[in-house]
T-cell receptor, first 113, second 113 residues
């Protein structure tokens, strides 16, 4: 049982490049989400999904796209990276929407030059 | 809107010292309250939680009591260890909302031998 996995651990992009951050969980959790962590700001919700085929925007969705074709996977896409997207990104999952406990992945540290 | 405020860090303590990290919140309803811990290079892990007023969450020697009258959820530990060095996040989730956990900015703790 690997829990929540994220790849890559580190990534450097140039402004305007695109990339996909991968997230997978093997706990059969319905609810998955993406956060970004910036110094002094805690974690902010980007997008979330309550089940396969269903996604919605969180607090800071601009510049990011998501899809949820399977229960296990929830990739986050940056279509045209900007320096303001330099951050640490965390994927999280929980058993169902409304369940209190979330399980976090180890994070992806992204730098946009 | 809902918010979480934590004491400013970083906090540096000697081993076996008493730890308090203050957390206060603003919420329109009756939220669940959480403490998450982030060890260096890792994702967040749930440390403890409380779901209603006067509940005490506890884990690994850490405790926090849900105080509705003072809207607080302070984290305490009687004797810290070097292995407790981490960043601690206070968070809340409204029971009616499945899409958003509000995190505080985090408090960095360093414990020296």
């Amino acid at each position: 049982n690997a829990g929540v996995t994220q790849t890559p651990k580190f990534q450097v992009l140039k402004t305007g490049q695109s990339m996909t951050l991968q997230c997978a969980q093997d706990m059969n959790h319905e609810y998955m989400s993406w956060y970004r962590q910036d110094p002094g700001m805690g974690l902010r919700l980007i997008h979330y999904s309550v089940g396969a085929g269903i996604t919605d925007q969180g607090e800071v969705p601009n510049g990011y796209n998501v899809s949820r074709s399977t229960t296990e996977d929830f990739p986050l896409r940056l279509l045209s990276a900007a320096p303001s997207q330099t951050s640490v990104y965390f994927c999280a999952s929980s058993r169902a929407a409304g369940t209190d406990t979330q399980y976090f992945g180890p994070g992806t540290r992204l730098t946009v030059l | 809107g809902d918010s979480v405020t934590q004491m400013e860090g970083p906090v540096t303590l000697s081993e076996e010292a008493f730890l308090t990290i203050n957390c206060t919140y603003t919420a329109t309803g009756y939220p669940s309250l959480f403490w998450y811990v982030q060890y260096p290079g890792e994702g967040l892990q749930l440390l403890l939680k409380a779901t209603k007023a006067d509940d005490k969450g506890s884990n690994k020697g850490f405790e926090a009591t849900y105080r509705k009258e003072t809207t607080s959820f302070h984290l305490e530990k009687g004797s810290v260890q070097v292995s407790d060095s981490a960043v601690y996040f206070c968070a809340l989730k409204e029971k009616t909302s499945y899409d958003k956990v509000i995190f505080g900015p985090g408090t960095s703790l360093s414990v020296i031998p």
